[in-house]
T-cell receptor, first 113, second 115 residues
Framework: DAKTTQPNSMESNEEEPVHLPCNHSTISGTDYIHWYRQLPSQGPEYVIH???SNVNNRMASLAIAEDRKSSTLILHRATLRDAAVYYC??????????????FGKGTLLTVNP | DGGITQSPKYLFRKEGQNVTLSCEQNLNHDAMYWYRQDPGQGLRLIYY???????QKGDIAEGYSVSREKKESFPLTVTSAQKNPTAFYLCASSIIGDLPYQPQHFGDGTRLSIL
């Protein structure tokens, strides 16, 4: 599986935008980029996914570099409820083990009031 | 509201005892999964099932067993052969398991501890 690299932790202030980076320099052309987040003592929650183009939904935006070797999850206005561990995950669409999610340690986001 | 229900939230096991963790979903999803999470770590796949009466081992299946007799239920048994069972166990489901763009939906987990 292609690997991702994320900072261990980041801090933000409430109501400010947050940019969470993810490096995936070995990404293949068939890998989808997924983001999940996990609030304390809860199961992970799907946030967004993309393949090549930038994506927006009600929770966040996903900006994908032109060479696809990195991506950024953007929370437009952080709230205290956004404090969580954010995971960047690659899922291969070419067959094989794309049924599973391979979680790294993610980025712990702290939001200051 | 549709979702995944895991029970119990906390579970304690004595040495040599088998315990079963419950996972029920009313999302009408075909695929279901069990993951294990240790403190400060990501999730690791234990077992998954893409259809009733069929399931496959994940990366860390030793010491665990599952069944899938009904579409909505996927219980996990932690057997006495699992020597380090203390962990946070998460159940998930998805529409179809082998589509890479389908998200997985997670329950709120069961925290298992050894007495």
């Amino acid at each position: 599986d292609a690997k991702t690299t994320q900072p261990n932790s980041m801090e933000s202030n409430e109501e400010e935008p947050v940019h969470l980076p993810c490096n995936h320099s070995t990404i293949s052309g068939t890998d989808y980029i997924h983001w999940y987040r996990q609030l304390p003592s809860q199961g992970p929650e799907y946030v967004i996914h993309g393949l090549t183009s930038n994506v927006n939904n009600r929770m966040a935006s996903l900006a994908i570099a032109e060479d696809r070797k990195s991506s950024t999850l953007i929370l437009h206005r952080a709230t205290l409820r956004d404090a969580a561990v954010y995971y960047c995950i690659l899922r291969d669409s070419s067959g094989g083990s794309n049924y599973k999610l391979t979680f790294g340690k993610g980025t712990l986001l702290t939001v200051n009031p | 509201d549709g979702g995944i229900t895991q029970s119990p939230k906390y579970l304690f096991r004595k040495e040599g005892q088998n315990v079963t963790l419950s996972c029920e979903q009313n999302l009408n999803h075909d695929a279901m999964y069990w993951y294990r999470q240790d403190p400060g770590q990501g999730l690791r796949l234990i077992y998954y099932s893409q259809i009733v009466n069929d399931f496959q081992k994940g990366d860390i299946a030793e010491g665990y067993s599952v069944s899938r007799e009904k579409k909505e239920s996927f219980p996990l048994t932690v057997t006495s052969a699992q020597k380090n069972p203390t962990a946070f166990y998460l159940c998930a489901s998805s529409i179809i398991g082998d589509l890479p763009y389908q998200p997985q939906h997670f329950g709120d987990g069961t925290r298992l501890s050894i007495l």
